[in-house]
C-alpha cells in the first residue's frame, strides 16, 4: 500500500540494470525502488545519463537484450513480474495496459508508414477493430492531441510533419487502447511552451477519466511542479531522493536535488552592436509548398510555411526565432542556409546567395553551418566521434594533411568542453548533452561565419542546458559568429538573443529587441507566449495552428 492507502498499480523493488560489452560491464541502474497507484503521476527526474529512461524501459523490458540484463529486482504490475513474463503475456500488455511515449519521435515512428496505419495498427491489433473503425478512431484522437485538420494528415508520412506535430502523433498511439500505465519518456521536449500547456492538460483530463498512472520522465523542473503527485530524483543510476513533489521542491534534502533546483539558463547576450556587419540577411523569403489534389495532382493550394520574411543576423550577434510548432521557424532557418528553394533575397556576407543552385553553394558550407536539433538522429552511428567531427575538414579543406586534421578535431573538442580521448568512441555511448556537444564541435571546427542553431537544448536537461548555453555563448564572444537561434524555450532564447521574431502561420507577429520584447510584448499571441514559458501555472487560451 502507498501512503494514500492504495494498491501499487506499478511496484519496482531493488531494480538493477546492467550493461555488457565485451568483458565490460557497466551498471546503469542500482537497486532502485518506485511504485505507482492508479490515477498518481509519478516524475523521474536527472540529468541525461541518470538512468531514468533505462528504469522506464525496463518496465516493458524495451532494453536491448542481451547487451542489457537485470541482475536484480522485480517490476510488478498487478502483481506479474514483468522482468520474467514470457513474450507472449508481455505482447498483451505492451502498448495496450501499459503503453510508452518515446522521446525521440522521428527515432520512433516508421518513417515508409503513414500516420494512419501507424496510430490505427494499434487499435486493430489490441481490440481487434476493422479499418474504418480504426480510422474514426485515429481522427477522434489526432484532433484531441491538437493536431488541425488531420483528414489531411492521415496520409502523411513522419518526415512531412513537424517535431511538434510528430510528438502528437505518438501521444495518440499511446492513448489509443485507453492504458492502465502510461509511461512518458519527455514527451513535451519537442513541443512550443502553449501547446506543451495544452498537451499536459490533456494528459490529465485522461489520467483523470481513466484513473490512469503515470510515470513521467521529464529534464523540466517546471513541468513536475505542476504535474506529478510524487518525484524521485536520479543520480548516477540510483535513488538519492524521492518523497511528495510540494515536499521534494520546498524543502529538498540532497545537495545532488537542491543542485538541479538551482539550475536554469543565466545570464545575457553580449550587447548588440547595431554597427556589426550583416552575415546573413533575407529580404521578403518566402516558401510556400504547393498542394495537388486531384488524378492529374494539379497544384490547387500552397501551404506558405514561410511567408515574406526580412530578417538580419549581425556578427557577434543572436537573432531568436520562436512560435508554436509548424509556424515557420525551421523552414525559415533552411532558407536562409540554402538548404531549400524559396524566394525573396538571402545575402551572405553582402553578396546574394538565393540564385545559387545546391551545388553552387558548396564553397560556401564551411561558412554557414546548422545545429540539429536531434543530435542522435543528425550524428552517423557508423561513424566515430574523430570521424564525424573531421568529415566536413575532409570535403572542404582537403589541403590539411592527416595531422593537420586531427589536431583540429581535437582542438574542436576541446573547445566544446568534451575529452578529445573518448573520439574514437561512436555517439551511442555519449549523453545527450554529449551528443550535442559533438554536433556543435562538427559545425565550429570549420570556423563559420553563421550557425543555424535549431532547438539545439530541446532535448536536454536543465543543468546540461544552462551548460550549452553558456558554451554557445563563450563560443560567439570567441569568434564572433552570428546565430540564428530557434527554439521553443524561451528562458533560453532569452539568455542568448540580442534580437526576437516571433513566428505564427508563416508571418512575423512581432520582432525587436529581444529584451524589450520580453519586458513589453505587444501581440496577444506573444503575451500567450510568455505567460507559458515563465508563468507554469498561466494556462493560455489559444488555438493550436497545427
Known amino acids: ?148 485538420e488531420p483528414e489531411k494528415r492521415l496520409q502523411s508520412y513522419p518526415h512531412q510533419l513537424s517535431g511538434g506535430q510528430r510528438q502528437r502523433v505518438m501521444i495518440a498511439m499511446a492513448l489509443a487502447n485507453e492504458p492502465d500505465i502510461l509511461i512518458a519518456d519527455e514527451p513535451t521536449t519537442a513541443l512550443d511552451v502553449t501547446v506543451q500547456a495544452q498537451i499536459l492538460e490533456l494528459l490529465k483530463s485522461f489520467q483523470v477519466e481513466r484513473r490512469m498512472a503515470m ?33 521534494v521542491f520546498d524543502h529538498p534534502r540532497h545537495s545532488y536535488t537542491k543542485h538541479l533546483l538551482a539550475a536554469e539558463p543565466k545570464g545575457k547576450p553580449p550587447a548588440a552592436n547595431e554597427n556589426a556587419p550583416i552575415v546573413m540577411e533575407g529580404r521578403g523569403v518566402k516558401v510556400w509548398f504547393p498542394v495537388r489534389t486531384g488524378l492529374l495532382r494539379r497544384v490547387s493550394d500552397h501551404v506558405k510555411a514561410v511567408d515574406g520574411i526580412d530578417v538580419a543576423v549581425r556578427a557577434g550577434q543572436t537573432v531568436g526565432v520562436v512560435g508554436e510548432s509548424g509556424s515557420g521557424k525551421t523552414t525559415l532557418g533552411l532558407a536562409l542556409t540554402r538548404m531549400i528553394s524559396s524566394t525573396g533575397q538571402i545575402l551572405f556576407d553582402g553578396a546574394r546567395i538565393d540564385d545559387r543552385s545546391f551545388a553552387d553553394m558548396r564553397p560556401l558550407r564551411d561558412r554557414i553551418q546548422i545545429v540539429f536539433q536531434d543530435p542522435f538522429g543528425s550524428l552517423s552511428p557508423r561513424m566515430s566521434v574523430a570521424e564525424i567531427v573531421a568529415e566536413g575538414l575532409s570535403i572542404h579543406q582537403r589541403q590539411l594533411s592527416a595531422v593537420e586534421r586531427e589536431a583540429r578535431v581535437v582542438s574542436a573538442l576541446r573547445e566544446v568542453g568534451l575529452d578529445p580521448a573518448l573520439r574514437f568512441r561512436y555517439p551511442h555511448e ?57 527554439s521553443h524555450d524561451l528562458k533560453v532564447v532569452r539568455a542568448l538573443a540580442n534580437y526576437l521574431i516571433v513566428m505564427r502561420n508563416g508571418k512575423v507577429v512581432e520582432s525587436g529587441p529581444a529584451e524589450e520584447i520580453f519586458e513589453r510584448p505587444r501581440s496577444d499571441y506573444t503575451k500567450a507566449l510568455m505567460a507559458a514559458a ?3 501555472k498561466a494556462t493560455p487560451g489559444l488555438a493550436v495552428s497545427q
Open 1 to 148: 500500500m502507498d501512503a494514500s492507502g492504495q494498491a501499487p498499480l506499478l511496484d519496482v523493488r531493488d531494480l538493477s540494470v546492467a550493461f555488457h560489452q565485451g568483458e565490460r560491464t557497466t551498471i546503469a541502474v542500482d537497486g532502485v525502488s518506485f511504485h505507482i497507484a492508479p490515477g498518481e503521476t509519478l516524475a523521474l527526474v536527472g540529468e541525461s545519463g541518470s538512468g531514468k529512461s533505462v528504469s522506464a524501459l525496463s518496465v516493458l523490458r524495451l532494453l536491448p537484450y542481451p547487451a542489457a540484463s537485470h541482475p536484480g529486482g522485480q517490476v510488478l504490475y498487478r502483481g506479474q513480474d514483468l522482468l520474467h513474463a514470457d513474450e507472449t503475456a508481455l505482447r498483451k500488455i505492451r502498448g495496450s495496459r501499459i503503453s510508452m511515449i518515446f522521446q525521440e519521435p522521428m527515432s520512433s515512428l516508421n518513417p515508409l508508414h503513414t500516420i494512419e496505419r501507424q496510430v490505427g495498427e494499434i487499435m486493430k491489433i489490441h481490440r481487434g477493430l476493422s479499418d474504418a473503425a480504426a480510422r474514426a478512431e485515429t481522427l477522434k484522437l489526432l484532433t484531441q492531441v491538437g493536431i488541425r
Open 215 to 247: 510515470l513521467f520522465i521529464t529534464h523540466d523542473l517546471g513541468i513536475v511542479r505542476r504535474i506529478a503527485d510524487r518525484v524521485c530524483v536520479m543520480f548516477k543510476g540510483k535513488l538519492v531522493e524521492q518523497g511528495r513533489t510540494e515536499d
Open 430 to 486: 555519449f549523453s545527450g548533452g554529449q551528443r550535442q556537444r559533438i554536433a556543435i564541435a562538427r559545425a565550429m571546427v570549420l570556423n563559420p561565419r553563421f550557425v543555424m542553431l535549431d532547438e539545439p537544448t530541446s532535448a536536454l536537461d536543465m543543468s546540461v542546458q544552462a551548460q550549452v548555453v553558456d558554451l554557445l555563448r563563450d563560443l560567439q564572444q570567441k569568434h564572433a559568429l552570428a546565430y540564428l537561434f530557434i
Open 534 to 536: 515563465f508563468d507554469v
